[in-house]
């Protein structure tokens, strides 16, 4: 049989543990070993003097070994053969260190240990509290570590070490308490909930057996015990959605209180206020009580009397002989409590400029599977659950996502569950708020950001229905650029908005160089609505050609938007459509053709009108329907307000005219005519044409995100 070889040796790094410095010293000592000239110098009795104090080490001739005989001078030739191979192999160590200053085996091995912080002292061993489930480290791994750590740190009699005292005059071994010590710590660094979902599994085999014993079993089942813990602990999402609608929050089977009956009032303990306020025992109404006035109790029973056949219809089964009584006034209902908006957090994902709602009351973040199709980023799956506030109420969690959001100068990390279906996109709460230092002050209503202070729910945000400002703020390109597909450009918008985050229509500047030779269909940037961020925007390249921008070029402008209460109006233009157009064409003005052929090409003209019409409709379909089909995926876009840009009233007057000629026409028609429901709403912008007037452009660049 061949001997074994040993691996090939290797040297030491900067970055080494307990372990992988074994490995080393072990596969090196072997390798020393395999040569018989430096074999007596790996004996642990076998020491020698710093070559400072002695240039033969100590070392002296062989005089009784006839066979092999040595002279100091060869010894130490051999000894200082084998601290420089040593050296070779640990270049971390000055070599004069070992080849010089050195005075035995174990000198060595503790110098160089003592450079990677992991001598055998008694400091050593307070380490232990530095060992941590490192990101993406297997389970076992983590268990090697630290049985690894526990090995190095038995006391040996070499180690130098006294305990209580005594020297140590023995080497000590594992016993099966540290090994039960190990396992406990290998669990908690796992899960912290890990060892009680243990001992409930294993109480049976543990009753005869260390833990230690049936790690094997728990590592099979330690995936399945993991997965048994984070389903357990549900996430709690503590918002709640109110409605201004009374009726809807009242239960089916109650009516509303009329005005001669008293509402009927939950159950409340028993207590009087007579007794109270006598420090008297209050265990009792203040009808029951002994102490209340005759002529007031009877006062009492007429009233239940009458507000129980006001609140049943049911006759009295008694009279009494007291005058009668008013009926008593029904008590105030508060039908609506003070409803303020959230606090929220803008920020920037890309040029994309995802909401953050924050809900300090939440114990987990989460993103609804609209946002995730919104932002493409990738899901994995989850085990965990989430419930609303009432705690019955499920949400259907499909996964969870982490990503990076900015703004200004913070990376704000959002770590969040998946769900189905959720009233705001974003829903960060304490885990984000804590990971990224973030608290909300309500009442002035801010959030901050570290030491940053940013404002939310601006009075003059472009929810508005009557924004301030109806002006065109101009942007120019601050340098010469390129702007690549895919990615954009960040522009700051003017001081005048740069206090709040607004939304903001975009459109082109046809007066820029080079947009007049370019086709209507390929102007950059399109007509879009863009959120402002801490006073900036950023317009993406949705295109396949990169855009070349000059320093000082005005290529786009922006505007505000409002949300419109009532439709604009204004005098549609007349239906020239009624009239006979063949009048238009001119037959035989010279009169020189016969008049059957006159009359044959006025009936042609008249049967052919409409292609002879100077202002020309939509599509007759002769040639068969043109059709563009959408193919919109599981997700739909987010509901919002419709929102216009605030165009001066000349402008605004033009967009419905152009909108009641299209509709004359027969172009464009109202959705509630086909029985179509509106689910999502694009804006609509006027672009001036290089040849004059006007052309509408709707955006549907969002609902293009969420296509298949």
């Known amino acids: 049989m061949a001997n074994a070889r040993a691996p090939k040796q290797w040297s030491l790094t900067k970055n080494e543990t307990v372990t992988s410095f074994e490995s080393w010293r072990q596969n090196l000592i072997y390798t020393l070993a395999l040569d018989n000239k430096f074999s007596p110098y790996l004996a642990k009795e076998c020491t020698w003097l710093k070559a400072s104090a002695d240039p033969k080490r100590g070392f002296k001739d062989d005089e009784n070994d006839v066979v092999n005989r040595q002279t100091a001078d060869q010894k130490c030739t051999m000894l200082e053969l084998m601290l420089g191979q040593i050296a070779n192999y640990c270049p971390i160590i000055a070599r004069n260190a070992i080849t010089k200053k050195s005075t035995s085996l174990d000198g060595i091995w503790q110098t ?96 005869s057996r260390t833990v230690a014993s049936i790690k094997p079993e728990i590592s099979q089942a330690l995936e399945s015990l993991i997965d048994e813990l984070n389903s357990t602990s549900d996430v709690r999402a503590m918002r709640s959605v109110t409605s201004n609608d009374f009726k809807s929050t009242r239960p089916k089977n109650r009516s509303l209180p009329t005005s001669g009956s008293r509402p009927r009032n939950n159950f409340k303990p028993k207590s009087c206020p007579l007794c109270k306020a006598a420090s008297r025992p209050d265990t009792h109404f203040l009808s029951e009580c002994i102490y209340l006035p005759e002529a007031d109790r009877r006062f009492m029973s007429k009233a239940r009397l009458i507000a129980q056949v006001l609140d049943d219809d049911a006759p009295p089964t008694d009279e009494g002989d007291e005058p009668p009584v008013e009926p008593l006034r029904p008590e105030p209902i508060v039908r609506r409590v003070q409803v303020r908006q959230s606090p ?39 085990s965990q659950s989430a419930g609303q506030a009432d705690g019955l109420s499920q949400l259907n969690v499909i996964g969870e996502t982490k990503f990076d959001v900015t703004r200004d100068h913070h990376k704000l990390t959002f770590h969040a569950l998946v769900v189905k279906h959720l009233d705001v996109p974003f829903l960060a709460g304490t885990p984000f708020m804590e990971a990224n230092d973030v608290y909300a002050r309500p009442s002035t209503r801010q959030i901050y950001v570290g030491k940053s202070v940013y404002r939310y729910g601006s009075p003059n945000s472009s929810d508005s229905s009557a924004p301030v400002a109806r002006r065109a703020s101009v942007l120019r390109c601050p340098n010469n650029t390129t702007i690549w597909p895919g990615d954009y450009i960040e522009l700051p918008i003017p001081e005048d908005y740069s206090n709040s985050d ?28 863009v959120s402002s961020i801490s006073g900036t925007i950023r317009i993406p390249n949705n295109s396949d050609t990169p855009k070349t ?34 009048s238009l064409v001119t037959v035989d003005p010279d009169g020189i053709l016969p008049p059957s052929y006159v009359d044959a090409f006025n009936d042609i003209s008249a049967q052919y009108s409409e292609v002879f019409d100077a202002q020309l409709g939509k599509y007759n379909g002769a040639y068969g329907p043109f059709e563009a089909v959408v193919n919109m995926g599981p997700v739909q876009p987010p509901q919002r307000k419709g929102r216009l840009p605030h165009y001066n009233h ?55 995100q969420y296509r298949k």
């Open 112 to 207: 160089i240990r003592a450079h990677f912080g992991f001598q055998s002292t008694g400091a050593h061993f307070l380490d232990l509290g530095d060992i941590k489930l490192e990101t993406d480290e297997r389970y076992e791994d983590l268990f090697q570590r630290l049985s690894a750590f526990f090995e190095d740190n038995l006391v040996t009699k070499d180690s130098a070490l006294t305990h209580c005292g005594e020297v140590i005059t023995g080497d000590e071994e594992m016993t099966p308490t540290v090994d039960n010590i190990i396992v406990f710590m290998w669990l908690t660094l796992i899960h912290k909930d890990l060892p009680k979902l243990v001992k409930q599994k294993y109480g049976t085999e543990l009753r």
């Open 502 to 529: 607004e939304t903001f229509a975009l459109e082109p500047r046809l007066d820029c160089p080079g947009i007049e030779s370019v086709p209507s269909s390929q102007t950059w940037p399109s007509p879009s609505l």
């Open 344 to 382: 929220y957090l803008d920020t920037y994902f890309g040029h994309k400029t995802p909401r953050i709602v924050i809900d300090s009351g939440a114990t987990a973040n989460l993103i609804s599977e609209t946002a995730v199709q919104w932002l493409q980023v990738p899901v994995t799956t989850s």
């Open 650 to 704: 000349d402008r605004l007057t033009e967009l419905q005219a152009k909108f009641d000629e299209l509709e004359n026409l027969g172009v464009i028609v109202k959705p509630e005519t086909t029985g179509t429901p509106v689910e999502y709403v694009n804006p609509s912008f006027l672009i001036k044409k290089p040849s004059g007037g006007s052309r509408l452009v709707t955006a549907f660049a969002e609902v293009g």
């Open 549 to 582: 921008l000059r320093r000082n070029d005005h290529f786009c402008q922006i505007r505000p938007v409002f949300s419109p209460s009532q439709s604009l109006s204004s005098t549609p233009p007349p239906n020239t459509r009624a009239k006979s157009q063949h």
